[in-house]
């Protein structure tokens, strides 16, 4: 159960040149840099650093560091070589948040290969970046001035993925990496349900050895007590609408369809994650994409719909089918259902309030269902209202855009009645 | 009156104003015919609109509650209410929900629209002596055929003009067998760059099982194009079977196998996959290098920097451009190295490629000190 190490690469091309050496080179690394950062590290490792001077100031312990990032302006980077007075990676990491907010500063610690398990770890304590201590120091430097790519919530994601093709796993894997998300990939289900110490924050089923869906696996993982309320994506064919209809039957929270789009995919599992993480009380971290630019002039608060109420669902499609095909499912699940083909007039709904969930086309007339959810993105305070983006317009970057712009779903068209219905449900329930 | 009457019998009776009189007369006469048609085309749309507006109100309602419960009888009622109506309004109500839905509801709707007749009289259509009411008829069977009536279809893909092969290879994929999908396609060519986009379309529509199915026969496809798509759809459809046979991708005499490869390369995004995209940067095509460039980007690994760095002096400008992007995704240490070009590479087109990627990189991110 063990994982490459993030510089697997990096270790394998490096000649090892660890020591006092390493930094007479960190120095020389520095002293072309304007910016400062923090290195701590034994005496031994500093005796090379001290004489060369530049914009490195060096601390022989985590206080002596934590009252230096305490006294004066923050530094652009910390590096932190455990060992030799300096305590191992955890608890100089523990020590240090402890003692000082870290904020934005790119955290490098320098430490032997770790199994997956302890790198998580660090991660969660705070590091940005884990470098073997074989690395050459112009780029333990590089990475310390580089701009620390926490985000700490971002890089805590854990991810379950079961299923019995591993080059898909591995593929999973390789994009959930690039954005910060820690996957274990597992090709049968002893494996899954005997895995790690570490609790996933999610977990992705696809299919088993025989090529079809286990929706066994799906209940036997729900009555685990430790998963029990764990969202469950489900790796499904793109044109199984049936096995797409049987999985929210079955528990599972949303579903990702074959073939994979990267951003739908991290999309996705960010939403969900931050979902469950808000439902426990935790801090999710700042949205992905800054907030747009102004759009038009600011719009007052709206009124927010009562739990009590009738729910209230808004369909915004200027094809006069989609409310066709929807309302009257809705209806019959005692909603009360409005439906218009205007973009201005969605927003003047909106405006009125009272409305528990918005269904979006984002081709819209007069105002575009991305206007719309910028304007609604602007409001204070935020909306309660739930956004479902509903779409023919299904590309990556249109998924991303309307998950950034905190659509807390996307169908995209043509969609199954059923499915759309149950996943509004699904929404206010939250 | 009368002598103008023969002064204009005579005038048209000289030999040389005879067939210009004739001329106007005919032209005449196919203008108003033109009218003619105008005027019924326009009567007769909006009879057919009014017919589907009076469909869509009276029937709206009592098809939506029977689609909403899926109760047999009260679809039934509804099959039999439709039958009252224009062919034309109902086929036309009945499809757009067909567009717009799928799973169960859908199937209703297909159910429903083969009780009625329509798929019959499409299947029909389909023999049609002329091209348009063929088109017109596979446009319908491609939301409505399964596996019956993919079954008769497969039967026209060798014999019929390109788009309608092609309305068909759409049938097979989402209603055919593999097999079925495999013959449509072995034969079927596509013609231009442009035609990029309904093929994968179309494949994209496929299930992991078709796509398995063309990957294990991939040389057997005609088209170097059709089988770079399919290559393209199977890394995200099922990676297993791009994975195997990607080594022999990389390396096929046809150009558009090997850009096919790097792509694939991309979307599947395995570091092990970065000595078979250094070796393509290589390739005497400039797209394919371009591709193996863009893809050592997503590959996501430092020891693409040197390959990376060397191709800043291709002399494709593409190929320059997607490097220099490659390098800065590669972070921090392609970050340096492009600074390091920038500052003192000997290569004009080198320094230049790496200067404009760092400048670009500057405005996208604020805070990062890049040599401009």
């Not at chain 2, 997607?322 to 995704?329: K, T």
Request: include cysteine.
């Amino acid at each position: 159960m063990s994982a490459p190490h993030p510089n697997q690469e990096l270790l394998e091309r490096s000649p090892p040149a660890p020591g006092p050496q390493a930094a007479d080179g960190a120095a020389d690394a520095f002293t072309t840099s304007a910016e400062r950062v923090f290195l701590c590290a034994s005496p031994t490792t500093l005796r090379g650093a001290v004489t060369q001077g530049g914009s490195i100031e060096r601390f022989v312990d985590i206080e002596r560091l934590a009252a230096a990032m305490r006294g004066q302006p923050p530094p652009r980077g910390l590096i932190i070589v455990p060992g030799d007075g300096v305590p191992p990676a955890a608890d100089s990491l523990s020590a240090l948040r402890q003692a000082t907010p870290v904020g934005d500063v790119a955290v490098v610690v320098v430490t032997p290969v770790l199994d997956i398990a302890e790198q998580i770890e660090l991660l969660k304590l705070g590091a940005t970046r884990l470098v073997s201590p074989e690395t050459p120091w112009e780029m333990v430097a590089a990475l310390a001035l580089a701009p620390a790519q926490r985000p700490a919530e971002n890089s805590s994601k854990v991810v379950f993925l079961f299923d019995s093709d591993e080059v898909l796993r591995l593929r999973i894997r390789a994009d959930l990496k690039r954005h910060g998300i820690v996957g274990f990939g597992y090709e049968d289900l002893p494996s899954l349900l005997s895995g790690p110490e570490h609790d996933p924050d999610l977990i992705i089923l696809g299919r088993d050895g025989r090529g079809s869906v286990d929706w066994d696996l799906l209940r036997r993982l729900r009555q685990r007590r430790a998963l029990r309320t764990l969202p469950v994506l489900m790796l499904l064919d793109g044109v199984d609408h049936d096995a797409q209809a049987l999985a929210f039957q079955h528990g599972a929270d949303d579903f990702l369809l074959l073939p994979l789009a990267t951003e739908d995919l991290v999309a996705r599992i960010g939403y969900q994650i931050d979902a469950r993480r808000a439902a426990r009380g935790v801090p999710s971290p700042a949205p992905a994409v800054p907030a747009p630019a102004v759009v038009s002039s600011p719009l007052p608060p709206i009124a927010t719909p009562s739990s009590s109420a009738r729910r209230h669902i808004l369909i915004a499609d200027d094809d006069p089918y989609v409310a066709e095909l929807l309302k009257h499912r809705m209806k019959n699940e005692g909603w009360q259902v409005t439906a218009t083909r205007d973009g201005e007039e969605a927003e003047r709904l909106i405006d009125v309030g009272d409305v528990d969930v918005i269904l979006l086309d984002l081709n819209l007339p007069h105002r575009s269902g991305f206007d719309i959810l910028h304007a609604l993105r602007r409001r204070s305070p935020r909306l309660s209202t739930k956004l479902v983006v509903l779409s023919s317009i299904n590309r990556e970057e249109t998924v991303q855009t309307a998950f950034s712009l905190d659509a807390d779903d996307f169908i995209p068209k043509p969609f199954n009645p059923e499915m759309v219905v149950s996943r509004i449900r699904r929404l206010l329930k939250r | 009156m009368n002598g103008v009457w023969v002064a204009l019998s005579e005038t048209v009776s000289a030999p040389l104003y005879r067939p210009l009189v004739v001329v106007i007369g005919l032209e005449l006469i196919a203008i108003q015919m033109q009218i003619f048609w105008l005027l019924w085309k326009t009567v007769v749309t909006r009879a057919r609109l009014r017919e589907t507006r009076r469909f869509r109100t009276e029937m709206g309602d009592p098809l939506g509650e029977a689609l909403a419960s899926a109760d047999p009888v009260a679809l039934a009622a509804c099959t039999r209410r439709a039958r009252t109506y224009a062919p034309e309004a109902v086929q036309a109500h009945l499809e757009s929900l067909m567009e717009l839905s799928v799973g169960n509801t859908n199937a209703l709707l297909v159910e429903m629209y083969g009780e009625l007749g329509y798929t019959r009289a499409a299947m029909k259509a389909t023999r049609s002596w002329r091209v348009s009411n063929r088109i017109r008829a596979l446009r319908r069977l491609s939301l409505v055929a399964r596996s019956g009536e993919a079954e008769l279809l497969s039967k026209m893909g060798s014999v019929h003009e390109h788009i309608v092969r092609l309305l068909v290879a759409q049938i097979m994929a989402k209603a055919g067998t593999p097999e079925q999908l495999f013959s449509v396609l072995r034969d079927l060519e596509r013609p231009r760059r442009i035609m990029d986009q309904p093929f994968a379309a179309i494949l994209a529509t496929a299930s992991r099982t078709h796509i398995e199915f063309l990957i294990a026969r991939l040389e057997e496809l005609a088209d170097p194009s059709v089988r770079r798509l399919v290559l393209e759809v199977s890394a995200r459809v099922t990676p297993a079977a791009c994975a195997r046979v990607l080594p022999e991708a990389a390396r096929h005499p046809h150009k558009e196998l090997r850009i096919g490869a790097c792509q694939a390369a991309a979307m599947l995004g395995f570091p092990s996959l970065v000595p078979l995209m250094t070796t393509a940067l290589g390739d005497p095509e400039s797209e394919v290098r371009g591709q193996a460039a863009k893809a050592l980007g997503r590959l996501q690994c430092e020891e693409s920097i040197e390959s990376l760095a060397a191709a800043l002096g291709d002399p494709a400008f593409w190929v320059r451009q997607n490097a220099a992007a490659s390098l800065a995704a590669l972070g921090a240490p392609g970050h340096l190295r492009l600074e390091e070009i920038a500052r003192t590479g000997t290569d004009r087109f080198a320094a230049d490629s790496a200067r404009q990627e760092l400048r670009r990189q500057s405005l996208l991110t604020s805070g990062i000190g890049v040599a401009a």
